[in-house]
């Protein structure tokens, strides 16, 4: 479970974590469900938390080189 964490995933929490529970303290309910999602995307690893936006940068090489066969028709 503690296997590749990331910088993104540990402000996720750390901001989603504070954002809850400062909410619950001043009972502003919407941001405290905000507060949750955020730190549950670094939690899950869901989301751009979780390095799902990212473009990756690796080409894969086809290496189906099937040869295709035609026929001449007259």
């Not at 303290?25 to 507060?35: K, N, P, R, T």
Request: glycine share 10%; net charge positive; hydrophobic share 45%.
């Amino acid at each position: 479970m503690l296997k590749n964490w990331t910088f993104t995933r540990v402000i996720y929490i750390l901001i989603g974590g504070y954002t809850a529970i400062s909410a619950v303290m001043e009972q502003d309910w919407l941001f405290a469900v905000i507060g949750l999602l955020f730190a549950g995307m670094g939690v899950f690893k869901v989301g751009c938390a979780g390095k799902s936006c990212q473009i990756s940068n690796t080409k894969t090489k086809n290496t189906n080189t099937n040869e295709i066969e035609y026929e001449e028709i007259k």
